[in-house]
């Protein structure tokens, strides 16, 4: 129940393409799901965040969509470019645990 | 960026020595983790601390220990290498005060263990 199932595991997009990572939870007293954005030889570094009171936030060529009643939320980068590149993960907190649960990641290329 | 430094950076070790990583922070934040990333795994909790002293195992916890006697400072031991601890290790730290905050990651430890 606590995990965070993601896919695709891999993505190969043409530039100017639209790049779609989908998430899965079952724990429905999640409060947080933020997205993370990796570079090879980097830590991960937060990417943006929604809470389930929202059905999509949007910064810039990134946005969340959350489906509550499906207990799903996605990814979308609109224009991606090849600088778009790296590994993403998502992730759902619950509060009060102190812990993030992790979704095992996708490697994102954008062919130039 | 916030200021979280791990060292060292790279260690190759053998087999039944000890290990020990640290990671250092210079926000003030009360809570810090360590992760393991491992192919196919994500990121998988090892243990985290909720303040100074204050520790918890996480989902992979066996054959490791932590410590926590400063905010600044996490440490992660390795008691006894063995090959299957060969990853990369990261340390977050949050600030989670009255709202959910996102977690900041330092740039990773390479353990590789012969």
């Known amino acids: 129940q606590q995990q965070v199932k993601q896919s695709p595991q891999s993505l190969i997009v043409q530039k100017g393409g639209i790049s779609i990572i989908n998430c899965a939870y079952e724990?429905?007293?999640?409060?947080?799901f933020p997205w993370y954005q990796q570079f090879p030889g980097k830590g991960p570094a937060l990417l943006i965040a929604i809470r389930p009171d929202v059905s999509e936030k949007k910064e810039g060529r990134f946005t969340i969509s959350f489906n509550k009643s499906a207990k799903q939320f996605s990814l979308h980068i609109m224009d991606s470019q090849p600088g778009d590149s790296a590994t993403y993960f998502c992730?759902?907190?619950?509060?009060?645990?102190?812990?993030?649960?992790f979704g095992t990641g996708t490697r994102l290329k954008v062919l130039a | 960026d916030a200021g979280i430094t791990q060292s060292p950076r790279h260690k190759v070790t053998e087999t039944g020595t000890p290990v020990t990583l640290r990671c250092h922070q210079t926000e003030n934040h009360r809570y810090m983790y360590w992760y393991r990333q491992d192919p196919g795994h994500g990121l998988r909790l090892i243990h985290y601390s909720y303040g100074v002293k204050d520790t918890d195992k996480g989902e992979v916890s066996d054959g490791y220990s932590v410590s926590r006697s400063k905010t600044e400072d996490f440490l992660l031991t390795l008691e006894s290498a063995t090959s299957s601890q060969t990853s990369v290790y990261f340390c977050?730290?949050?600030?989670?005060?009255?709202?959910?905050?996102?977690?900041?990651f330092g740039d990773g430890t390479r353990l590789s263990i012969l």
């Open positions: 992730a759902a907190y619950q509060s009060g645990t102190y812990k993030y649960i």
């Open positions: 977050a730290i949050s600030d989670q005060g009255m709202s959910n905050q996102p977690q900041h």
């Open positions: 724990n429905t007293a999640f409060d947080y």
